[in-house]
Each structure stands twice: as C-alpha cells, then as structure tokens.
C-alpha cells in the first residue's frame, strides 16, 4: 500500500525532533543557572546589567538558582510532551487514514471487488 501524505509525516517528524532539541537545550539551560548559581557568578551577571541590576535584588543566590533550576526543568519537560504529542496527533490522525482506506479495500474485495456492491442496500423484493 503507498504512503501517501508524505509532507505531514515530515511535519510529524519534524516536531518530534523540535520536541528533542527542546529538551536538550531546556536541560542544559536549568544546569546553567543552576551553576551560575552555585558559582557564584551571579555577581558577574549583575555587574553586566548596570543600572537594571536593581531590578533583579537577590536574584542570583544559591535559592533562587535552585528554584528557577527546578522551574525551568519542569517547564521544559512540559513544554518537550506538548510538542512529543503534536508530532504523535499527526502520526495517529496518518494512522487512521491507512486503516480506514485498508478497511475500505477489504470491504470491497469481500464483497466481490466493487465499490457499488460492497456499499449499496441490497435490492428490494
């Protein structure tokens, strides 16, 4: 049986892959701040935004970098089974298709090959 819809299943396999990149720089992104925390390098960071450091008291302590590991941790994961599903609703909804269409063509072929026979009301008396 062909393949057909060739350019979902690339969509399909494309927000799967974005739903991996995703987690990977989700993850790598927590254990920065984490570090950055731990480190200490907060300070730099501070340094770095000037004047708009105000705005941000206290934000890069040892709590706080733990908090925002653990939110951006959760974020990404939430965010990684949000695009994981939209790749895998394309696939199902492909899925579908090629089950519906094969049972069509059982159908017909039990019912002698022809498409009228196979779905028409058998006829009157």
């Known amino acids: 049986m062909e393949k057909?819809?060739?350019?979902?299943?690339?969509?399909?396999?494309l927000w799967k892959v974005f739903a991996w990149i995703e987690l990977i720089v989700g993850i790598l992104s927590a254990l920065g701040v984490?570090?950055?925390?731990?480190?200490?390098t907060g300070g730099f960071l501070l340094q770095f935004l000037g004047e708009r450091a105000s705005m941000f008291p206290g934000a890069m302590g040892?709590?706080?970098?733990?908090?925002?590991?653990?939110?951006?941790l959760v974020g990404t994961v939430?965010?990684?089974l949000v695009l994981y599903a939209v790749g895998e609703l394309i696939f199902l909804m492909l899925a579908?298709?090629?089950n519906t269409r094969r049972t069509r063509q059982r159908l017909e072929e039990a019912?002698?090959?022809g498409a009228d026979r196979a779905f028409?009301?058998?006829?009157?008396?």
Request: aromatic share 10%; proline share 7%.
């Open 96 to 98: 579908i298709e090629e």
């Open 4 to 13: 057909r819809f060739r350019v979902l299943r690339i969509i399909g396999t």
């Open 120 to 125: 028409t009301s058998p006829p009157s008396p």
């Open 111 to 113: 019912a002698g090959g």
């Open 78 to 80: 939430i965010y990684f």
């Open 62 to 72: 040892l709590v706080s970098s733990i908090a925002a590991f653990i939110v951006l």
């Open 34 to 40: 984490l570090i950055m925390g731990i480190l200490g």
